[in-house]
C-alpha cells in the first residue's frame, strides 16, 4: 500500500497537531525537523523553554515532548499515515527525544476513536467543576489508556484524593515560601495576545473560596493579589499518571499516556486540569505514591464544567526546521 504524498502543508498540519499538547507553564519546549524525504519527523528538546528549579531534570519537559508524540501517531493515522515512534533514537544526541516515521497506511480512526477532533478541544480548565463524578465506563476506558501507553492510571478513593490534595497544598505552601521559585513561575506570566508562549494573565483562572483545591498560584501568596474567589468542588476527583520505572524513556510513555487520556476525558466532554506541584518536590513525589510500587508523573484533576480560556500556541512554521 502506498502512503499519500508528505507536502509542506501535510507536514505543517502534522506538527501542528503535536505543538496543541500540554506542557509545564505553556512551555511549548520543543523543535520539529521533518524530513520529506525520509518521510520522518523528529522531536528535539528546546532548551531555552524550562523551569529549571521546578523541573531540574527535564521530567516534565519529557512528559511534554511525550504528549507531543501521541498527538502526531493520532494525526498521522487520521490522515494516512502508519506511525512508527521511536523514543530516544541516538544515544550520542540526547536532545533528539524521539522520531515518528511515516509509513504506508490508510486513514484509520479504529486505533483512536474521536481523539483525533479531541486535539483541537482539549486544553486545561481552571475553573470550579459542578461535582458531578464522572462515571466508571468513561474512568476505565482512560485508565485501559493509559495501559495501551505503558503506564497506569491510579484512581484514589476518598481518603487517598484527600491525601493527594493535602501533598499538592503542601507544595503549594513551599511554592509561596521559596522566592525563587516564585519568581520563576511568575516569569511564565504574560499579558493577553503578547505571544505564544507562557500563561496569559486572563487564563490564570480563581481561587477556591473554601481553600479546598490547590490550584497552582503563579504569582505567590493568593492574600497578596486580588484575584476574585468561588467555591469549587466539594468532592475532587483525582487520576494519578504512574510508571514502572523513572528513566527519560518512561517520562515520554508517560507523556503519551497522559495525553492519551486526556484526549479521552475531552472526548466524553470531561474537563481537566493539571496539580502538578507535588512532582516538583521530590519527598512529595514519592509520598504520592502512598507506598504502592512505581512512580508518580502526573496528577489529574477531573470533572464536569466550563472550558475555560486558551492558552495560545506557537505557529508549525516556526517550530519546525528542515
Not at 506511525?83 to 524521539?98: K, Q, T, Y
Not at 480563581?206 to 479546598?212: N, Q, T
Request: hydrophobic residues 40%; aromatic residues 4%; positive net charge.
Amino acid at each position: 500500500m502506498s502512503a499519500p504524498e508528505v507536502g509542506a502543508h501535510a507536514l505543517e498540519a502534522l506538527v501542528a497537531a503535536a505543538a496543541a499538547a500540554p506542557s509545564m507553564h505553556n512551555s511549548q519546549p520543543w523543535r520539529f525537523r521533518t524530513d520529506p524525504a525520509s518521510r520522518t519527523i523528529g522531536i528535539r528538546a528546546a532548551t531555552g523553554r524550562v523551569a529549571p528549579l521546578a523541573d531540574p531534570r527535564r521530567r516534565a519537559q519529557h512528559l511534554a515532548v511525550g504528549a507531543a508524540v501521541f498527538n502526531l501517531r493520532v494525526a498521522a493515522a487520521e490522515t494516512g499515515w502508519e506511525p512508527v515512534p521511536e523514543l530516544l533514537p541516538d544515544p550520542g544526541d540526547p536532545g533528539l527525544l524521539a522520531t515518528v516515521a511515516l509509513g504506508p497506511g490508510s486513514a484509520d480512526r479504529s486505533r483512536h476513536p474521536r481523539l483525533y477532533d479531541a486535539i483541537a478541544q482539549r486544553h486545561t480548565s481552571r475553573l470550579p467543576f459542578t461535582g458531578r463524578p464522572v462515571p466508571e465506563a468513561i474512568v476505565a476506558e482512560m485508565a485501559s489508556g493509559a495501559r495501551a501507553e505503558g503506564a497506569r492510571l491510579y484512581l484514589p478513593d476518598i481518603v487517598g484524593t484527600r491525601r493527594l490534595l493535602a501533598l499538592t497544598a503542601e507544595a503549594e505552601r513551599r511554592n509561596h515560601l521559596d522566592e525563587a521559585r516564585t519568581r520563576e513561575s511568575r516569569a511564565w506570566i504574560v499579558p493577553p495576545d503578547t505571544g505564544p508562549y507562557g500563561i496569559p494573565v486572563t487564563a490564570l483562572g480563581l481561587r477556591d473560596a473554601r481553600e479546598r483545591m490547590p490550584l497552582r498560584d503563579f504569582t505567590g501568596s493568593s492574600r497578596t493579589r486580588p484575584v476574585p474567589a468561588l467555591p469549587f468542588e466539594r468532592h475532587a476527583q483525582l487520576a494519578l499518571v504512574c510508571t514502572g520505572h523513572d528513566r527519560p524513556v518512561d517520562w515520554l510513555l508517560a507523556g503519551q499516556a497522559l495525553e492519551r487520556v486526556l484526549l479521552l476525558a475531552t472526548a466524553h466532554g470531561v474537563r481537566t486540569s493539571a496539580l502538578h506541584q507535588a512532582l516538583e518536590w521530590p519527598d512529595l513525589r514519592t509520598a504520592l505514591r502512598g507506598g504502592r510500587p512505581g512512580h508518580a508523573q502526573f496528577l489529574i484533576r477531573l470533572g464536569y464544567g466550563p472550558q475555560g480560556p486558551r492558552t495560545p500556541r506557537a505557529a508549525a512554521a516556526a517550530i519546525t526546521s528542515q
